[in-house]
Nanobody
Framework: QVQLVESGGGLVQAGDSLRLSCAASGRPLNGYGMGWFRQAPGKEREFVAG????????KYVDSVKGRFAISRDNAKSTVWLLMNNLKPEDTAVYYC????????????????????WGQGTQVTVSS
């Protein structure tokens, strides 16, 4: 079992930055690729960013490329999502998730492959 706890969300204005954190416990994080997902009211949960177990590769949804950056430190069992130039359409609950390396090394946007999830942190961007 892997337990994930997100933090760092809040209410910001358009153009501001936030850094989300995901603290993991239960198992060594180097056995998992990690992802950030988000879900806005009335919408399906969507992939935002993913990172391989060793931070060797990353993947982003097109709408956040150039603005968001995912990173990790396995020794600290922590994953981050730095979000710059936030837009109102980024408003959502953001979730951290873990995907076993058994699914493959490269980060993926396939929700069903992520077996552990945090409780989410709210990000609200006002215009």
């Amino acid at each position: 079992q892997v337990q994930l706890v997100e933090s760092g969300g809040g209410l910001v204005q358009a153009g501001d930055s936030l850094r989300l954190s995901c603290a993991a416990s239960g198992r060594p994080l180097n056995g998992y690729g990690m992802g950030w997902f988000r879900q806005a009211p009335g919408k399906e949960r969507e992939f935002v960013a993913g990172i391989s177990w060793n931070a060797g590769s990353t993947k982003y949804v097109d709408s956040v490329k150039g603005r968001f950056a995912i990173s990790r430190d396995n020794a600290k069992s922590t994953v981050w999502l730095l979000m710059n130039n936030l837009k109102p359409e980024d408003t959502a609950v953001y979730y951290c998730a873990a995907r076993s390396v058994g699914w493959g090394i490269e980060p993926k946007d396939v929700i069903r492959e992520y077996e552990y999830w945090g409780q989410g942190t709210q990000v609200t961007v006002s215009s």
